[in-house]
Structures are given as C-alpha cells and as structure tokens.
C-alpha cells in the first residue's frame, strides 16, 4: 500500500503530486530484507577488494627477493613501498570526483583495469626505477577502487547492517595480503619473486568481464541522474523488492537529491561548508595516523624478521597474522557497532588505544616467535580493522552528491601517512634505533588517530545514507510506495 509522509512534515502543494508517486528509495532499501542483487554488490564488491588488497601487499612479500635479485640495500626499499602508495593517494583523490560524475560503476571499471595492468607488468621490471614507475601506476587504480566499492556497498547495504556490510567487503584488504603471503611463501621458491606479480595482475583481468556484466551502478547516483536515470533506477528497485509498485508513474527520490549538485559539478570546497570543514580536518587526521602506523607493518614486517634471523617463511607467517587479524577486525568490529549501538567514533578510539599497545609490544618481543606473532595478530585485530569504521563513521559526514568525493580525499590524506609510513620505517632502520624503537614510535602514532576522532562532532549535521526523507528534506512530500504484503 502507500503511506503517505503528513502533510504538516512537507510544504510542496498537494496539487502537484497527485499523479505521482514518489518514492524514496533509501527508505525501501532500509527496509527490506537483503535482495540477490544486494548480495551479489557485497560479493563482487568484496572479491574485488581482495584483488586489491593481494596487489597493494605484493611488493612487501617479494621485498627480500628483489634486494637479492637486484641488489638493492634494505632501507633502499622504502621508496619502492611508497611509490605504490603514492599513487594510491592520487587515485583515491582523482577517482572520487570521476565516481561522483560518471557514476561508481564506471570508476570501479577503470580502477581494476590500472591495477591489474601494471600489476602484471611489474613483473617484467629490471631495476629499481622501474619497480618505482610500475609501482606508482599500479597504485593509481588501487587508490581508485576502494572508495568507490565501500560507497557502492553502502548505498545497497540497509542501515540496520550497514556497518557490518562495510566490515564484511573492507575485510577483503586483509584477506588479499593474507592470500598473497601464502602465494607469496609457495611461488617465490620455484618460481622467483615475478610470479607474485603475474598472479597479481592475472586474476583483476579474470575479474573484469564479471565485474561488467554483474556490478550495478549506483542506485542513489541514477536518482540523482534525474528522468534519464529512471528507466535503470525502476529495473534495480524491482530486484530488491519483487512485489513493490514501482509503475510508468513513479518518480524516484532520495533524501539527499544531488541534482542539482551534478549540474554544477563536485566541487572539494562542499566538504568544507555546512558545518562539515571541523569534523572533515578531523577525519582526515584519524585516516593519515592509521593508514601510516598500517603501511609501516605491511611493509616493513617481513624484511626486518628476516634482518631479525628469520627464515622468509617465518617472516612470512608475521604478515599472515596481521592480516588475519585485520580480517577479524574488520567483521568484529563493525558487529559490535551494529550489535552494541556503541556511537562508532568510541569504538574507533578504543581500536586505535589497545591497538598502539600491541603495536609497541611487536617490537618488545620479536626475539619470542610465538608471543610476536600473538601481539601482530591482535595489533591487525585492532589497527588495520579500524579502517573500516572509519569509512562508516565518514559516510555519515556528507551527502549522496559528495560522498565519494569525501572518503575519496580522506582515503587519498590517509595514503599521504601510508607513504610516509615506509618511509619513516626506512629513515629509523638507516638510523638503527633498534627494532624496539621502530615500533614503539608507531605505536604512539596511533594514539594521536584517537585523539582525533574523540574530537569529532557526536552526531552529524548531516544526514545519515540511510536517513528517512522527514530527517533532511522538510520541503518535499513523499510518498512511500510499499510491498503489496507490507501493513
């Protein structure tokens, strides 16, 4: 049947909606049940980010080799390590407006095409300014994926488990770096260290053709398209509810129309004006600390153990923990934030307190296998599961039409730290402070992401993704279309 939003709420005349229904689409999404096509987004969408995640990671495990390969010095890798990750803040800010404008399906796309292309190619490298090169480009359509697929699966993800949604596909990261330390411990051995990359690259080319034939656009972006988005918007709406009634007469709305937006462009400036350029600063803080302190453990782990007198298959079995670890991160804690009602920034506080200590106690015990590869699991636990709500607690920041662009610069300042983080790494061993000190100074890094984020607003200003059309838009009345079994 159709409810209709009171009168008293909305101001818009009811002569002009009588022949139309309008329907908001975040309000069906939020409550229906999860749909074959909203699993298949949070499949593709995962799968996808454990490409990623094995190829942001591929250069960390065949680190060793390549020094011996080409005879590089250890701290020589650092730049090596940043180059990827250079690209990867570029491609994080260049990608987010692209998704904004062309749509997140396309971005996705053109994301996967890069990375898998110069993954493979970084085989073939035969020094060190090529390995920086082809890592720089891989790292362009890494940065560029990421921001689009979290968003992708938040627009399909019902509130009541959007935060579980995001933990669940984010925890395709630390997945993608654990199947990569298992690939990498195998194929290095009888085949040398490019096969790592061959695979790398081989498997996003594989992804491709499911990825245009499968991945949906944007539902909330094709709304925002306005009557040449409708045909495509009343296609997807029938997928997720069967039996809603989504007729010739329906127009379709979302609480935070981006219309107008679209006509104008994207502009970065919209995430420093209502009332957002505080809490903007501020996540912007939390992703440089976190995304630094993680960089610097996905790096630098294998090659120290191995300085350490670590076999490579032990050193290897470090960034197995992490990423495991992170992979427990990632689902657990966004069960707790969906179980629990805990706001996100305290859980995000917490993560990042106990985290720090165990990054620390990686340094204190790395003579003790066994009790290191316990603190590495619970530091991947708590640091590099904290990414995920980050995101979520970003998504709630801004609205439909900039929200891309917004965790697009956030991700891209967070590669910023990420770039640094090897970098610093590769300055401290130069230094030889001693493994101790290497961690102890990330460990306390992470603390000032905690101090950020316990800085930010308690609520937002603006409306939640999945927030009802009564929270944001008074002006507009809106009709409800509901599912014919639905009281």
């Not at 999404?29 to 591929?58: E, K, N």
């Not at 007198?309 to 069960?335: C, E, M, Q, R």
């Not at 790395?366 to 699991?377: I, K, R, S, W």
């Amino acid at each position: 049947m159709l409810r209709v939003v009171p009168p008293e709420v909305f101001r818009t005349p009811i002569n002009a909606r009588q022949d139309s229904a309008m329907i908001d689409v975040a309000e069906v999404i939020d409550q229906r049940p999860l749909s074959a096509l909203q699993i298949l987004v949070l499949f593709l969408a995962g799968l996808t980010i454990v490409l990623d995640g094995l190829d942001i990671q591929a250069v960390a495990f065949a680190a060793p080799a390549i020094a011996a390969d080409l005879g590089l010095q250890r701290a020589s890798l650092g730049p090596i390590f940043s180059a990827g990750l250079v690209g990867m803040a570029l491609g994080s800010m260049l990608m987010g407006p692209v998704a904004d404008r062309y749509g997140r399906r396309f971005s996705v796309l053109l994301s996967v095409s890069a990375f898998g292309s110069f993954t493979f190619l970084t085989a073939f490298a035969s020094n060190s300014a090529e390995l920086l090169a082809f890592r720089f480009l891989t790292g362009l359509g890494l940065g560029g994926a990421l921001p689009s697929l979290v968003v992708l699966v938040g627009e399909y993800s019902p509130k009541r488990i959007r935060a579980i949604c995001a933990g669940v596909v984010l925890a395709g990261v630390p997945i993608g770096g654990l199947v990569g330390g298992l690939l990498a411990t195998w194929a290095i051995p009888r085949f040398g260290w490019p096969s790592v990359f061959l695979i790398g690259g081989g498997l996003p080319a594989l992804m491709l053709p499911l990825l245009w034939l499968k991945l949906p656009e944007s539902i909330r972006f094709l709304v925002g398209r306005g009557a040449s988005g409708a045909a495509r918007v009343r296609g997807i709406m029938l997928r997720i509810d069967p039996e809603g009634d989504y007729g010739s007469g329906a127009v379709f709305v979302d609480a935070h129309p981006p219309a107008e937006a679209l006509s104008r462009g994207v502009p970065i400036g919209k995430l420093f004006g209502d009332g957002v350029a505080r809490d903007t600063l501020l996540l912007w803080a939390a992703f440089f600390t976190n995304l630094m302190g993680i960089y610097f453990l996905v790096s630098w782990i294998p090659t120290l153990l191995v300085d350490a007198g670590y076999s490579i298959a032990k050193a290897t079995s470090a960034s197995v923990a992490l990423n495991s670890g992170g992979a427990f991160g990632l689902v657990g804690l966004g069960w707790i934030v969906n179980r629990f009602g805990i706001p996100v920034r305290y859980v995000i506080a917490a993560a990042l307190l106990i985290g720090s200590v165990h990054v620390a106690l990686v340094g204190m015990l790395a003579t003790n296998l066994t009790l290191m590869l316990m603190a590495v699991f619970v530091a991947g636990i708590f640091v590099m599961g904290t990414q995920g709500q980050l995101f979520n607690l970003g998504s709630s920041l801004y609205p439909t039409e900039v929200r891309a662009t917004g965790l697009g610069w956030a991700v891209g300042i967070g590669r910023i730290g990420s770039v640094l983080g090897p970098l610093v790494g590769g300055a401290l061993i130069l230094i030889g402070l001693g493994i101790p000190v290497y961690f102890g100074f990330f460990g306390a890094l992470l603390l000032l992401g905690a101090v950020a984020v316990l800085c930010m607003r308690r609520e937002p200003k603006t409306a939640l993704p999945g927030a009802s059309c009564a929270d944001v838009q008074p002006e507009r009345s809106v009709l409800i279309a509901r599912s014919k079994h639905r009281s």
